[in-house]
């Protein structure tokens, strides 16, 4: 079967999911975002942590914006796996790029490494300028 590229406008209408995904949950914390790699049929959420960055999950086009195939990466097998539906975050999976990202965010939760970096670097600048 040959693979279903992904339309231009499905391209740009998964990268708005996600950015406005990004400003709802990660506000603040700007360390951490959500992005998508898009190759053939599939768009790959990976998520930067500071300097940490790496998948999330896999997902496949089944030809509409709200029907996509999903697969998380496990680290202990460091491959797709869509064939795991035991995981925390597993509910939110309905077939939308919104469902998979909230089922990355509770499988993967995101670490305050990076956060705890920007305002160690924040707190450094004050003290460097005197700034308080």
Excluded at 114 to 124: G, P, V
């Amino acid at each position: 079967m040959a693979k279903t590229k992904i339309p231009d406008e499905i391209k740009e209408k998964a990268k708005k999911i996600i950015a406005d995904f990004n400003f709802r949950e990660y506000k603040g914390k700007s360390g951490i975002e959500y992005y998508a790699i898009f190759k053939g049929d599939h768009l790959y959420l990976n998520r930067k942590e500071g300097r940490k960055d790496g998948p999330i999950a896999r997902l496949k086009y089944n030809g509409r914006i709200d029907n996509w195939g999903f697969a998380i990466f496990k680290w202990s097998t460091e491959r797709y796996d869509p064939d795991v539906f035991y995981f925390p975050g597993q509910q939110h999976l309905n077939g939308t790029i919104q469902g998979a990202l909230k089922a990355g965010n509770e499988a993967y939760p995101p670490s305050l490494e990076s956060y705890l970096e920007e305002m160690s670097e924040y707190l450094k600048q004050i003290l460097r300028n005197k700034i308080y």
